[in-house]
């Protein structure tokens, strides 16, 4: 698996003239996952159904923010600590401080070190190693390789190259 980054340009604020540095930015391809998405993958991977693993899961979130709006944080072991932090306005006065000056709060989250990315090269569990593969290297792969599909791909006889009819009988696929 590898995750895609593109290089930015960042303007270095302290700096009049507009200098800056390029930093790699992490970028997220297609849509997110959804809870379907997981629980599917989830239920092949167990004996549960998909609808167990569904439901646990709303079950898992309805509590985890009844604990967390009843003051507590939520500690999931070999995942992260999940809590609140309010953003507030700071007063002069001890008495002058009060719920009315909190003007957000933001569930936050502090992953366990069992998850957080490791980017030792050491690493030897493939499924905890990340590869980095820069925007452009992708572009110009898939670049040549649709040019050489391109200029390989033979037309289909009597069609326009599409892959033929719908309508035929399909006995060559071994799907059908």
């Known amino acids: 698996?590898?995750?895609?980054?593109?290089?930015?340009?960042?303007?270095?604020?302290?700096?009049?003239?507009?200098?800056?540095?390029?930093?790699?930015?992490?970028?997220?391809?297609g849509k997110s996952a959804t809870l379907d998405t997981l629980s599917d993958r989830m239920a092949y991977a167990s004996s549960l159904?998909?609808?167990?693993?569904?439901?646990?899961?709303?079950?898992?979130?309805?509590?985890?923010?009844?604990?967390?709006?009843?003051?507590?944080?939520?500690?999931?072991?070999?995942?992260?600590?999940?809590?609140?932090?309010?953003?507030?306005?700071?007063?002069e006065k001890k008495e002058d401080c009060s719920a009315d000056n909190i003007k957000a709060v933001r569930i936050t989250f502090r992953a366990s070190s069992a998850i957080r990315p490791n980017l030792n090269s050491a690493t030897t569990r493939l499924e905890d190693r990340i590869d980095f593969v820069s925007l452009e290297s992708q572009l110009k792969r898939l670049n040549v390789q649709e040019d050489d599909d391109a200029a390989t791909e033979e037309p289909e006889p009597g069609g326009s190259g599409t892959g033929g009819n719908d309508d035929e009988d399909d006995t060559n696929n071994p799907l059908a």
């Open 1 to 29: 698996m590898s995750v895609t980054y593109k290089p930015v340009f960042r303007k270095n604020p302290q700096q009049k003239d507009g200098s800056g540095k390029f930093y790699p930015q992490l970028l997220v391809w």
């Open 49 to 91: 159904t998909q609808g167990d693993i569904k439901s646990v899961l709303v079950n898992f979130v309805t509590e985890m923010r009844r604990e967390l709006y009843n003051g507590h944080s939520v500690n999931i072991d070999g995942f992260g600590v999940f809590g609140l932090s309010a953003q507030s306005v700071g007063t």
